[in-house]
């Protein structure tokens, strides 16, 4: 069974660009959610989704933030205007439900670089 | 809000050392716990998944124990090996308050196993 997949793996883009990464959950999962992971803050949940419906936002760190899940098998994280504090790298996991003994499943994440 | 420490921040052992990992959390109200493993460059493995009502799992050289009422758990690496070197990161899924349904990161511990 296929796991978590990101795309893109890289990106390397100017500021003031938009960034748009994607995910696809594992199938039959129920929730998403979108990490980031820097040095200095380690890795933080910026947002999650439970059958497509945003749950809780806390964590989306400014308006220049949004993430949308149209379907069970997409979501996307976009940032606009990116800035190079947002240069980090984003993972997204997935989970049957949110209780004792189901596990989150990230995926291999994507390293974002913001010139 | 739920807050997850891990120490140390680095350990470097030989090979052979049996060695620990510390984890403690402050909302003793959780899910589960889960120990990952992250290898540079890379995404995060699930290793470990202990649920609330657990005490302890166990998978090959790994051992993972929980006591939830004093908000802590601790990884055992038996018999550490260079190929174990990685960042292992503690994590816990809160039942309640302002963090349910979160996961929420320890800053990891970096393990160096040197031949």
């Known amino acids: 069974d296929a796991g978590v997949i990101q795309s893109p793996r890289h990106e390397v883009t100017e500021m003031g660009q938009e960034v748009t990464l994607r995910c696809k959950p594992i199938?039959?999962?129920?929730?998403l959610f979108w990490y980031r992971q820097t040095m200095m803050r380690g890795l933080e949940l910026l947002i999650y989704?439970?059958?497509?419906?945003?749950?809780?936002d806390s964590g989306m760190p400014e308006d220049r933030f949004s993430a949308k899940m149209p379907n069970a098998s997409f979501s996307t994280l976009k940032i606009q205007p990116s800035e190079p504090r947002d240069s980090a790298v984003y993972f997204c996991?997935?989970?049957?439900?949110?209780?004792?003994?189901?596990?989150?499943?990230f995926g291999d994440g994507t390293r974002l670089s913001i010139l | 809000k739920q807050e997850v420490t891990q120490i140390p921040a680095a350990l470097s052992v030989p090979e052979g050392e049996n060695l620990v990992l510390n984890c403690s959390f402050t909302d003793s109200a959780i899910y589960n716990l889960q120990w990952f493993r992250q290898d540079p460059g890379k995404g995060l493995t699930s290793l470990l998944l202990?649920?609330?009502?657990?005490r302890e799992q166990t998978s090959g050289r790994l051992n993972a124990s929980l006591d939830k009422s004093s908000g802590r758990s601790t990884l055992y690496i038996a018999a550490s090996q260079p190929g174990d070197s990685a960042t292992y990161l503690c994590a816990v899924l809160t039942a309640g308050g302002t963090s349910y349904g979160k996961l929420t990161f320890g800053q990891g511990t970096i393990l160096t196993v040197h031949p």
């Open positions: 996991a997935s989970s049957f439900r949110v209780q004792g003994n189901q596990p989150q499943h």
């Open positions: 989704f439970n059958n497509n419906v945003p749950i809780d």
């Open positions: 202990i649920q609330s009502s657990q």
């Open positions: 199938s039959g999962h129920d929730y």
